[in-house]
């Protein structure tokens, strides 16, 4: 499960400008990633996974169903406008690596869809060419 974990947290991170994976890279459940997409509604972005047939969450376990920004991503540092951004995926014993692959086919195009959308963002911010996944994780890197 660790290699379905890290292969959606980089394939993530290696596909779309502003995104930032929330907690630590690799201490942390073996079966859990999680994201802020910055100018993209989670909630949007959950009703175009659904509809492709991915099962996704928004925010934290302990707010889900609210459309308030987790308390625990803003405890984190994650300001109140990215943290609604929230994307949160938990993984199975059901999961195979052809999953994280549709996963990450799939959300491209949402991604780019949602981000055309949004009066905040530019158009190079939509997808690729994300630059130092480091940067994304740590906020100290200077890559």
Do not use: W
């Not at 990215?82 to 195009?109: C, K, Q, V, W």
Request: charged share 20%; net charge negative.
């Amino acid at each position: 499960m660790l290699d379905l974990r890290d292969k959606l947290i980089n394939g993530v991170l290696g596909s779309f400008k502003r995104v930032r994976l929330t907690g630590h890279p690799s201490i942390r459940l073996p079966n859990h990633v999680s994201f802020c997409f910055e100018y993209i509604e989670g909630e949007s972005m959950l009703l175009s996974l659904d509809m492709k047939g991915i099962a996704a969450s928004s925010g934290s376990a302990c707010t889900s169903g609210s459309l308030e920004p987790s308390h625990v991503l803003l405890a984190m540092g994650i300001p109140h406008e990215i943290a609604h951004g929230s994307l949160r995926l938990t993984l199975g014993s059901g999961n195979t690596e052809e999953d994280a692959d549709y996963f990450l086919e799939t959300m491209g195009p949402i991604v780019e869809r949602l981000r055309s959308i949004s009066p905040f963002s530019e158009e190079e911010d939509f997808v690729t060419d994300a630059g130092c996944a480091e940067c994304r994780v740590s906020q100290s890197c200077k890559g």
